[in-house]
């Protein structure tokens, strides 16, 4: 009898194999990382026409085209960067190979207040272009304005309000995933806060996010805090603040009240997160050091301000002011990231581009060759002035994602922050083997399933069957970032295999030149 039903189980077992369907790619023996922050298992991953469609112990026989051997090496989810700025370099080089060596399969433009204006456009352009990785944007705030009111200097009229509310309504139905603001730039930092929270409200309907480059992230960042706090509060949609930090020496160590406001918050209800970029300088224009009142109405404006002698001593005078806060005698920590006009300053601090100017060796000096740089051409630049402290105090926080703040790097190309080239494997191999500031499944949870909830991608994220097939397989030994401040362009090393939508986009870590990424949509597409 006993032999009989051994036949009969075999014939089941058989039949249970003719009926799988074939996958088109079989990950065998790795070490599944699922997403959700549980411990690895052993097992398989069985992907078809672009999805998921089996993880686990999967039968020796199951069919498949390929099958790659994942033994030792990590599979996890492919990673999600909530906050690039790819506009225009998505056109130059769609296969973002920074980003697939880095393991994103997934990234969100549009942060920072800057986005296409016209949302609907700009999707059917992607989808053009192909691109090698998925694509969502949030709909700019500072991008909506300007379209509205220019750069100018006041609060909107009911008018320009309403205008700028409908154009927010009208990204948000072309798929906008939320509203963004960059609060330090021209003309975002002319707003007030009602203005974005009836903004922000117009997302709200949608189902959208507020991600906000707060109005300050040095010595008021608190209060900047807390306006981006009332804004979700207000609006009633989640908060994502966007690359948490604190620069300058004088700040070193206040990152425990910042964190302590954001629980508060999430206690009291608030659904609120954060992304970072695990380094010690930040990245952005040059401009960025001069006040906000000289910069309205566009740099003709400027030019005619500064040409004003009181003007211009007023306007040196506050960027000295802010240089003795930072406890500093020079603008050493200003580096040229990007500056056309001359790239042989490309890598070069204010202090040495100064001096080699042959003006004297003093900081008033050194800010009126920042001035003659901004008339000439808004420089890229790398400010050095983070506490490394402080950036493990903030990857620590359970609500906190990895993110860039890149945009897809041109090989050779200026003298970048080397965050777009290394975020995620700069955590994986610095924070959690070598430092092992926080685990391996934390930290793909944060790359992973924490962004694709918080973003609203409700099929990724996660190695689950029915999810996209976006998966990446890298070694958890050996994954690095090798980008450096002094040379930028390297790329990470370590992911072995990328798969995007199902195709295999890196093979034995090299670029096959598949460009199967997607525009992801937000809720309230129509």
């Given at each position: 009898?006993?032999y009989?039903?051994?036949?009969?189980?075999?014939?089941?077992?058989?039949?249970?194999?003719?009926?799988?369907?074939?996958?088109?790619?079989?990950?065998?023996?790795?070490r599944?990382?699922?997403?959700?922050?549980?411990?690895?298992?052993?097992?398989?991953?069985?992907?078809?026409?672009?999805?998921?469609?089996?993880?686990?112990r999967?039968?020796?026989?199951?069919?498949?085209?390929?099958?790659?051997d994942?033994?030792?090496?990590?599979?996890?989810?492919?990673?999600i960067d909530?906050?690039?700025?790819?506009?225009?370099?998505?056109?130059?080089?769609?296969?973002?190979?920074?980003?697939?060596?880095?393991?994103?399969?997934?990234v969100?433009?549009?942060?920072?207040?800057?986005?296409?204006?016209?949302?609907?456009?700009?999707?059917?352009?992607?989808?053009?272009?192909?691109?090698?990785?998925?694509?969502?944007s949030l709909?700019?705030?500072?991008?909506?304005?300007?379209a509205?009111?220019?750069r100018a200097?006041?609060?909107?009229?009911?008018?320009?309000?309403?205008?700028m509310e409908s154009?927010?309504?009208?990204?948000?139905?072309?798929?906008?995933?939320?509203?963004?603001?960059g609060?330090?730039?021209v003309?975002?930092?002319?707003?007030?806060?009602?203005?974005l929270?009836?903004?922000?409200?117009?997302?709200a309907?949608?189902?959208?996010?507020y991600?906000?480059?707060?109005?300050?992230?040095?010595?008021?960042?608190?209060?900047?805090?807390?306006?981006?706090?009332?804004?979700?509060?207000?609006?009633?949609?989640?908060?994502q603040?966007?690359?948490?930090?604190?620069?300058g020496?004088?700040?070193?160590g206040?990152?425990?009240?910042?964190?302590?406001?954001?629980?508060?918050?999430?206690?009291n209800g608030?659904?609120?997160t954060?992304?970072?970029?695990?380094?010690?300088?930040?990245?952005?224009s040059?401009?960025?050091?001069?006040?906000?009142?000289?910069?309205?109405?566009?740099?003709?404006?400027?030019?005619?301000?500064?040409?004003?002698?009181a003007?211009?001593?007023?306007?040196?005078?506050?960027?000295l002011?802010?240089?003795?806060?930072?406890?500093?005698?020079?603008?050493?920590?200003?580096?040229?990231?990007s500056?056309p006009?001359?790239t042989?300053?490309?890598?070069?601090?204010?202090?040495?581009i100064?001096?080699?100017?042959?003006r004297?060796?003093?900081?008033?000096?050194e800010?009126?060759?920042?001035?003659?740089l901004?008339?000439q051409?808004?420089?890229g630049?790398?400010?050095?002035?983070?506490?490394?402290?402080?950036?493990?105090?903030?990857?620590?926080?359970?609500?906190n994602?990895?993110?860039?703040d890149?945009?897809?790097?041109?090989?050779?190309?200026?003298?970048?922050h080397?965050?777009?080239?290394?975020?995620?494997?700069?955590?994986?191999?610095?924070?959690?083997?070598?430092?092992r500031?926080?685990t391996?499944?934390?930290?793909?949870?944060r790359?992973?399933?924490?962004?694709?909830?918080?973003?609203?991608f409700?099929?990724?994220?996660?190695l689950?069957?029915?999810?996209?097939?976006?998966?990446?397989?890298?070694?958890p030994?050996t994954?690095?970032?090798?980008?450096?401040?002094?040379?930028?362009?390297?790329?990470?090393?370590?992911?072995?295999?990328?798969?995007?939508?199902?195709?295999l986009?890196?093979?034995?870590?090299?670029?096959?030149?598949?460009?199967?990424?997607?525009?992801?949509?937000?809720?309230?597409?129509?």
């Amino acid at each position: 009898m006993r032999y009989y039903l051994l036949i009969f189980l075999s014939l089941l077992t058989r039949l249970a194999v003719a009926q799988t369907p074939r996958a088109d790619l079989l990950i065998r023996n790795g070490r599944l990382y699922d997403g959700t922050g549980n411990a690895w298992v052993l097992g398989d991953v069985a992907v078809r026409a672009g999805r998921i469609v089996a993880v686990g112990r999967l039968p020796a026989t199951y069919p498949a085209d390929t099958v790659l051997d994942a033994q030792g090496l990590a599979v996890a989810p492919g990673f999600i960067d909530v906050h690039t700025h790819i506009e225009d370099d998505e056109v130059r080089q769609p296969t973002a190979d920074n980003f697939l060596y880095d393991g994103v399969t997934t990234v969100v433009t549009g942060n920072c207040g800057s986005s296409r204006p016209n949302l609907g456009r700009y999707f059917r352009t992607l989808d053009s272009l192909h691109l090698s990785v998925n694509t969502a944007s949030l709909i700019g705030h500072g991008t909506v304005r300007k379209a509205v009111m220019g750069r100018a200097q006041r609060p909107p009229t009911p008018g320009e309000l309403s205008q700028m509310e409908s154009l927010v309504d009208q990204a948000m139905r072309a798929g906008a995933v939320g509203l963004s603001s960059g609060l330090i730039y021209v003309p975002g930092t002319y707003s007030r806060t009602p203005e974005l929270i009836q903004l922000a409200r117009a997302a709200a309907r949608y189902r959208g996010l507020y991600a906000t480059h707060m109005r300050n992230e040095s010595d008021s960042v608190l209060l900047a805090m807390q306006e981006a706090l009332r804004v979700g509060r207000e609006a009633g949609l989640p908060l994502q603040i966007s690359h948490l930090k604190l620069g300058g020496q004088q700040n070193w160590g206040r990152t425990a009240e910042m964190l302590a406001l954001l629980d508060q918050a999430r206690h009291n209800g608030q659904q609120v997160t954060i992304d970072q970029y695990p380094y010690t300088a930040s990245s952005t224009s040059l401009s960025t050091l001069l006040p906000d009142a000289v910069q309205a109405d566009g740099r003709d404006s400027l030019r005619q301000r500064l040409a004003r002698p009181a003007v211009r001593r007023a306007v040196e005078a506050s960027m000295l002011e802010r240089l003795r806060a930072r406890k500093m005698k020079h603008f050493s920590y200003a580096v040229v990231a990007s500056f056309p006009p001359d790239t042989s300053y490309q890598g070069q601090s204010i202090e040495e581009i100064n001096r080699r100017r042959g003006r004297p060796h003093k900081a008033r000096a050194e800010a009126a060759t920042i001035l003659e740089l901004v008339l000439q051409y808004d420089a890229g630049m790398v400010f050095h002035g983070m506490s490394e402290t402080d950036v493990q105090r903030i990857l620590r926080y359970p609500q906190n994602m990895v993110a860039s703040d890149a945009s897809i790097r041109v090989w050779r190309e200026g003298a970048p922050h080397p965050r777009g080239y290394g975020s995620n494997a700069r955590v994986l191999g610095r924070y959690v083997r070598e430092l092992r500031v926080i685990t391996l499944e934390e930290a793909i949870r944060r790359m992973t399933s924490l962004p694709a909830q918080t973003f609203g991608f409700p099929d990724r994220g996660l190695l689950r069957p029915g999810f996209a097939a976006d998966v990446v397989i890298f070694d958890p030994a050996t994954v690095q970032d090798r980008s450096t401040f002094a040379q930028p362009h390297q790329y990470s090393t370590g992911m072995k295999y990328v798969l995007v939508n199902g195709r295999l986009t890196v093979r034995n870590g090299q670029h096959t030149g598949q460009r199967a990424g997607q525009v992801l949509y937000g809720p309230g597409k129509q």
